[in-house]
Every structure is written in structure tokens, then in C-alpha cells.
């Protein structure tokens, strides 16, 4: 490894897991100087995406493809560069609308040993800010703001047997988590980018999801960041699909102009 390659990799190794060193090189010295070489040297050092957002974007994209040791060695790192335990928290409870309790919960389950074992008290401050009652209303407007006036009365179109989905994506969805504290509307939309991203298979939830990044200030420069920091985490085929997504969306964005 060329000496400035492995200054990099040393400085930002360090950073997030200060005197610490993968159990893998004894046994994988060679695997583990590539991956380092690569996912801590070249593609940190591609952008000026500052530590806390691409830790929370590579949190939510190891989430959205079921990479569990990774996100917890991540998380890890995640925590000693600044991200908060109601940010960590918080990436983990929005994932439940987007990838499901099932996939979800090991990841709850990590996070709280974490904060565990830095004697972090638990449960954290409450960060709801609407009341049963105003869910869909509040879920109803977060939706406006994210894609547009067109989505008012989303949650009452469609066939009447399937509406009901319609009411719980607004006042779920959005009501319940878009509505809380602890992460901007931006940095909300920024996690769920990567949740769809990286577990495939979402492409025009995606494709919806890059226009009200856009629309939030997250531009299509921010949102490729993104993608190349989560791309040794997820693989080049979803990493590849998300960025025709982004095209995508700047595509059906200029045709509204």
C-alpha cells in the first residue's frame, strides 16, 4: 500500500475505531488490506462529505441490506465521530417503515447494547411530537412538503379496498416518524435514500424518495456522494441502480419545470 494511501487509511481508521484493529487481519491479511485500501482510503477520501452524515448514510444503508456485524462495527465508529444516540436511535426506529419489524429489530437490539456498554441511559428522551389524534394530519403534511401540494388527498385515491394502506403510509409512515425530533427532514430523507437503495428492489420508491432529497437541498452532487459512501458496504449493482434513479429523478424534476 503506497505510503500516502495508508496514511489516509490510517488517519480515518483511527478516527472511528481509535486502537483498534480487524480480527480478520490475522487470519485475512490480504483481503483486509484491499477492503481497507479501499473502503477507508480511496472512497473517504473521494468527497467532502464531513464523518457524521456519511456514518449515518453507511448506518442506514447497512440496515436497508441486512449487513448486521457490519452495522454494529460501524455504529461504533458512528458514536466516536459524533453522531448521537437519538441520531443512531432514530435511523433505526425510521427503518421500520421501510423495511419492516422483522428486518429491523436485531438492529434495535444492537444499538441498545451499544449504548449499554457506554452507560448510556436508556430509554432516551422523547422525541414525538404529535399526539394520536394529529398523526394523519401532521403525516398528511409531511408528505406535501416532501413531494408536492399533489399529495393532500393521496391517502383517500386508489381502489377502496387497498386505500386503507394509502392512510397508514401517511399517517404511519410519516405521521409517526417523519414527525419526530432527533433528525432533520433532510437528514430523514437522506437514511431513507439509502433503506431503499441498498435493499433493492424499491427502485420507483427510490426514484420518488431522490426528488424530495432534491427538494430538501440534498442535490443530485449530494445524493452521488452518498451512494459511492455506501458502495463497499452494499456492492456495485444496487449502487449502480440507485445512481440511474438519481438520473431519473433529475429527469421527471426539469420535465415539472
Request: with cysteine; proline share 5%.
Amino acid at each position: 500500500m503506497k505510503q500516502e494511501t495508508y496514511n489516509q487509511v490510517r488517519d480515518y481508521r483511527n478516527r472511528l475505531f481509535p486502537g483498534y484493529d480487524s480480527p480478520l487481519s490475522s487470519t485475512d491479511p490480504e483481503f483486509v488490506e484491499h477492503y481497507d485500501r479501499f473502503a477507508f482510503g480511496v472512497v473517504p477520501a473521494s468527497d467532502d462529505l464531513d464523518d457524521r452524515t456519511r456514518l449515518m448514510a453507511i448506518m442506514a444503508a447497512l440496515i436497508g441490506c441486512q449487513g448486521l456485524d457490519m452495522f454494529k462495527a460501524m455504529t461504533k465508529g458512528a458514536l466516536n465521530v459524533g453522531v448521537t444516540p437519538v441520531e443512531a436511535k432514530e435511523i433505526v426506529y425510521q427503518s421500520t417503515a421501510y423495511v419492516g419489524m422483522g428486518r429491523m429489530l436485531p438492529y434495535l437490539y444492537a444499538v441498545n447494547e451499544l449504548l449499554d456498554h457506554r452507560l448510556v441511559a436508556q430509554p432516551l428522551e422523547k422525541q414525538a411530537t404529535v399526539e394520536e389524534d394529529e398523526r394523519l394530519e401532521a403525516g398528511v403534511q409531511k408528505q406535501v412538503d416532501l413531494f408536492g401540494p399533489q399529495m393532500t388527498d393521496a391517502y383517500q385515491t386508489g381502489p377502496e379496498d387497498t386505500r386503507h394502506i394509502r392512510r397508514w403510509l401517511a399517517e404511519n409512515c410519516f405521521g409517526d416518524y417523519y414527525t419526530r425530533t432527533g433528525l432533520t427532514d433532510a437528514q430523514r430523507e437522506m437514511i431513507t435514500f439509502c433503506f431503499l437503495a441498498a435493499q433493492g428492489g424499491c427502485e420507483p420508491q427510490l426514484v420518488s424518495h431522490a426528488q424530495a432529497n432534491m427538494r430538501l437541498g440534498n442535490d443530485r452532487a449530494f445524493l452521488i456522494k452518498v451512494v459511492s459512501q455506501c458502495l463497499p458496504y452494499v456492492g456495485y449493482p444496487r449502487s449502480l441502480n440507485a445512481l440511474a434513479c438519481i438520473d431519473e429523478a433529475c429527469e421527471a424534476m426539469d420535465t415539472e419545470q
